[in-house]
């Protein structure tokens, strides 16, 4: 079929996905918008909040609100602050179904958590679930995507079944900290037995109240612990 495009001639007519400029990327970034990429990526950040880290923190790990405090996560590893880019890139994929931003996000990822080094870590990827309403209204879940990329890049395997959001909360997004924790509460229910050391895959991670919600359901299942990738953190 020699008539069919292939991927690579696909991706030259694609425009970069930040600054609209031809690139041949294969992740679709033109070479500046990439080393503005990778400089947003390389930023250290707290082990407990995801938040970059200013600089503080006894350890150089963790930031000064979080150092001391139990934390509900192993590690939560962020890969790039959700700025507006970041964000219009998220939104195109949850609103507008824009799939040929996956790769560039999936990359995004798989590049923090190899970065972190935690793969060895983690006996199984759990993506965040939607409600099976939010899901059928969506028609996709963006966490499961991102999970695809990082379970294929790293070998680790998908926990596909059992995981349920059995409580449609709706948007949280205007919801203070206190309110999330308490519409949360119950919001999740895991089915049997999860592998001991787990990690949440997330779009993108706010208060975290969803996550520790989540993290609440998985140790009660036999998690040991309880670790969060998400793709962005809000700053
Ligand atoms: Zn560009
Ligand atoms: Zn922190």
Known sequence: MEWMPSRRQRWFDAPCHLCR??????????PDCRREWRAALGRPRCRGCGLILAGDGADGKTCAACVGKPSAFEGVIAAVDLDPSVRALVHRLKYRQDFSVVPLL??????????????????????????PRQRRRRG???????????????????????????????????????????????????????????????DVLTTGASARALAAALRQAGAASVSVWALARTP
């Not at 400029?21 to 033109?30: A, I, N, Q, S, W």
């Not at 995004?108 to 983690?122: H, K, N, P, Y």
């Not at 890049?153 to 998908?158: F, N």
């Open 21 to 30: 400029l031809d690139t041949v990327d294969p992740d679709g970034l033109c």
């Open 106 to 131: 999936q990359a995004t990822l798989v590049e923090a958590v190899r970065a972190d080094g935690a793969v060895g870590d983690i006996d199984v990827l759990v993506p965040m679930p939607l409600h």
């Open 140 to 202: 996709f879940n963006q966490s499961w995507l991102l999970a695809d990329g990082v379970a294929r890049a790293t070998g680790l395997p998908l926990l596909r079944r059992g995981v349920r959001r059995v409580r449609d909360t709706g948007s949280l997004t205007a919801l203070s900290a206190r309110e999330r924790r308490r519409t949360l509460k119950g919001a999740f229910a895991v089915d049997g037995t999860v592998p001991r050391r787990v990690a949440i895959i997330d």
